[in-house]
């Protein structure tokens, strides 16, 4: 359970850590606007370091369903920038991209971030060599279809076997292409080309979609299919059902959490593995 990410190792063998999302675009669904200004990006990232994130995604283009395509240019434009802010404030900070974009991911490294998180799961041969030639960490996400159309219909046979076979496969084309094992970390999508039928099922099941015994990582912070069953259309009313959703999917094995709101979750998760006997913080 060690991720190698280039110049960092994340032990997850007897902690999990959270990823605290940076979202630095105008039309996010969750915050979008918000931290679009450096100052403000910086000043988040930072807090967010400090109440126990381990990484910060920045992310320059919103992948809410039906968003709108973002020119690599623009996306680099909103991204390089808070990368290098970030790390002249924070050195050590371990940093990811958000993006489907190659271009935007191999400058995204090369302004320092050690991970890559690409939501469209490199399918793009262009990403992985990308990923191969940097030595990266990367995520690889599971999405049917692409953040415009991934809501229209999503259909599956069996969800749970269906997104498994797809880390199984990718498993192989990755190391095939000279990718180290120990870099690569796996997110099922909750949420992208899901039901809500699908994603409860999914979060029932966690436990089934490990592969290679490679840690998952579970982004299901705010989302909509939370606002469906608790019967509110408030973002915010999202939190605390996320903090739930981290302590059950902790007990389960995820390691790995991706979410708005840091102290909260890192604060279920350490009681959750304290109940289950890990490591107090």
Request: glycine share 8%.
């Amino acid at each position: 359970m060690i991720w190698r990410c280039l110049q960092h190792t994340v032990d997850l063998s007897k902690r999990g850590e959270i990823m605290g999302i940076l979202n630095v675009t105008p039309d996010s669904f969750s915050d979008g606007g918000k931290f679009d200004r450096l100052e403000a990006a910086v000043e988040k990232a930072l807090s967010m370091l400090k109440e126990g994130a381990a990484i910060i995604d920045v992310g320059g283009e919103s992948t809410r369903p039906g968003a709108a395509d973002v020119s690599a240019e623009d996306e680099q434009a909103r991204v390089l920038p808070t990368i290098k802010a970030i790390l002249a404030e924070a050195p050590g900070a371990c940093l990811s991209i958000d993006t489907s974009k190659a271009s935007v991911a191999e400058a995204a490294v090369n302004a320092g971030a050690s991970i890559i998180n690409d939501v469209t799961g490199f399918r793009d041969p262009d990403m992985i060599q990308v990923a191969a030639k940097t030595g990266a960490g990367i995520v690889v996400m599971h999405m049917q279809g692409s953040p415009r159309t991934m809501q229209s219909n999503p259909s599956y046979g069996d969800v749970v076997a269906e997104i498994r076979s797809f880390f199984a496969q990718k498993h192989e084309e990755l190391i095939a292409a000279s990718i180290e094992p120990e870099t690569i970390v796996y997110d099922p999508g909750i949420g992208f080309g899901k039901t809500l039928e699908h994603n409860l099922e999914l979060l029932k099941q966690l436990d089934q979609l490990t592969v290679a015994d490679r840690p998952l990582l579970l982004g299901v912070s705010r989302k909509s299919f939370i606002g469906k069953l608790i019967g509110s259309e408030e973002v915010q009313d999202r939190n605390w059902p996320t903090v739930a959703i981290t302590s059950h999917a902790r007990e389960q094995g995820v390691a790995l959490h991706r979410v708005h709101e840091v102290k909260a979750n890192v604060e279920a998760m350490r009681m959750t593995e304290a109940i289950l006997g890990g490591v107090r913080a």
